[in-house]
């Protein structure tokens, strides 16, 4: 069983950046695919970012791209949300997820470890 644990979240205003963290408690570490999902009050949980093993490979939701980077750290266990230009419909809690399927040709990401989440919250 593999432990994540998120970091970073809070409250800001439109506008501003937060950085999220994740790291991950058992190795292979530096095997898996890792990747952000969020669920907004009332919706489901949503794909957000995924990055492959060496992080070579990053994929993005399109209500995210441009304004969202994904990294990772593989010597610390660790991996990254970079989040500029938030919106208000960025408010949600936001779940770390490790190992799984990355579908290289589509980007989608079927994990099968999960962190309890974080909260961001957007101000307008």
């Known amino acids: 069983q593999v432990l994540l644990v998120e970091s970073g979240g809070g409250l800001v205003q439109t506008g501003d950046s937060l950085r999220l963290s994740c790291v991950a408690s058992?190795?292979?570490?530096?095997?898996?695919?890792m990747g952000w999902f969020r669920q907004a009050p009332g919706k489901e949980r949503e794909f957000v970012a995924a990055?492959?093993?060496?992080?070579?490979?990053?994929y993005y939701a399109d209500s995210v791209k441009g304004r969202f980077t994904i990294s990772r750290d593989n010597a610390k266990d660790t991996v990254y949300l970079q989040m500029s230009d938030l919106k208000v419909e960025d408010t949600a809690v936001y779940y770390c997820?490790?190992?799984?399927?990355?579908?290289?040709?589509?980007?989608?990401?079927?994990?099968?470890?999960w962190g309890q989440g974080t909260q961001v919250s957007v101000s307008s």
């Open positions: 058992e190795p292979p570490f530096d095997r898996f695919a």
């Open positions: 990055i492959n093993w060496s992080g070579g490979s990053t």
């Open positions: 997820a490790a190992d799984g399927e990355l579908q290289d040709y589509s980007g989608a990401y079927y994990p099968t470890y």
